[in-house]
């Protein structure tokens, strides 16, 4: 996609008018056992973090996850899944629910947020169904961005039983972005850190201090 494309598709701010960010904020937070949406970090929630990285790069956000009375206090929409229980339905109630034939999605878990990994991610898009990240430990689909055209698959999985996102992996043209391109682009380890036991958060309050 060349660079003057991309400007037509962004707003004056900057902000990306034809992707949607999506946070799912639909988890139950077992390991953590309390809701990791709402841990500070460095004295804000998880979840603002995330939603103000996503504010900075996207003109419309949806929340997504069958907990909407725990975030009536933003002004974001928040939408229930079409399919609970995983991962895989809220990506699917994303992309099911946005007006644009793109969508950003991130869990709501993830302390260090990068706009600059969410602009290099959304810049990669063209001729791709998804674009994923990766770090030495394997790809991150829950900070990604995924085409409409993934929704027949993604229903046929669900509808199935199936709920794991990476055994769809091989029926979508896929960009991975490798750890090296991370690095290239000046994007620290820190951008897909996610929080799911204690040992976890004690240990990006220490790396926030």
Do not use: W
């Given at each position: 996609?060349?660079?003057?494309?991309?400007?037509?598709?962004?707003?004056?701010?900057?902000?990306?008018?034809?992707?949607?960010?999506?946070?799912?904020?639909?988890?139950?937070?077992?390991?953590?056992?309390?809701?990791?949406?709402?841990?500070?970090?460095?004295?804000?929630?998880?979840?603002?973090?995330?939603?103000?990285?996503?504010?900075?790069?996207?003109?419309?956000?949806?929340?997504v996850g069958d907990r909407g009375e725990r975030f009536e206090g933003y002004t974001v929409p928040v939408l229930p899944d079409i399919y609970p229980g995983s991962s895989l339905g809220g990506?699917?109630?994303?992309?099911?629910?946005?007006?644009?034939?793109?969508?950003?999605?991130?869990?709501?878990?993830?302390?260090?947020?990068?706009?600059?990994?969410?602009?290099?991610?959304?810049?990669?898009?063209?001729?791709?169904?998804?674009?994923?990240?990766?770090?030495?430990?394997?790809?991150?689909?829950?900070?990604?961005?995924?085409?409409?055209?993934?929704?027949?698959?993604?229903?046929?999985?669900?509808?199935?039983?199936?709920?794991?996102?990476?055994?769809?992996?091989?029926?979508?043209?896929?960009?991975?972005?490798?750890?090296?391109?991370?690095?290239?682009?000046?994007?620290?380890?820190?951008?897909?850190?996610?929080?799911?036991?204690?040992?976890?958060?004690?240990?990006?309050?220490?790396?926030?201090?």
């Amino acid at each position: 996609m060349t660079g003057a494309l991309l400007s037509r598709q962004t707003t004056v701010s900057g902000r990306y008018s034809d992707i949607t960010g999506v946070i799912l904020v639909g988890g139950r937070s077992h390991r953590m056992g309390q809701d990791k949406a709402f841990l500070p970090i460095g004295g804000v929630p998880v979840v603002e973090r995330v939603l103000t990285a996503l504010q900075g790069c996207f003109d419309h956000l949806l929340l997504v996850g069958d907990r909407g009375e725990r975030f009536e206090g933003y002004t974001v929409p928040v939408l229930p899944d079409i399919y609970p229980g995983s991962s895989l339905g809220g990506l699917y109630s994303g992309l099911y629910y946005s007006k644009n034939g793109h969508i950003f999605v991130s869990s709501c878990d993830l302390p260090f947020p990068n706009q600059n990994l969410i602009r290099l991610i959304c810049s990669s898009r063209e001729g791709y169904d998804a674009v994923i990240p990766a770090t030495a430990e394997g790809e991150e689909p829950l900070f990604a961005l995924y085409s409409t055209s993934c929704l027949p698959a993604m229903r046929a999985a669900l509808e199935g039983g199936n709920y794991r996102i990476r055994s769809l992996f091989d029926q979508f043209r896929i960009r991975i972005l490798a750890p090296k391109e991370l690095a290239d682009a000046d994007i620290d380890g820190n951008a897909l850190i996610n929080l799911n036991t204690p040992q976890d958060y004690q240990q990006c309050i220490r790396g926030a201090a």
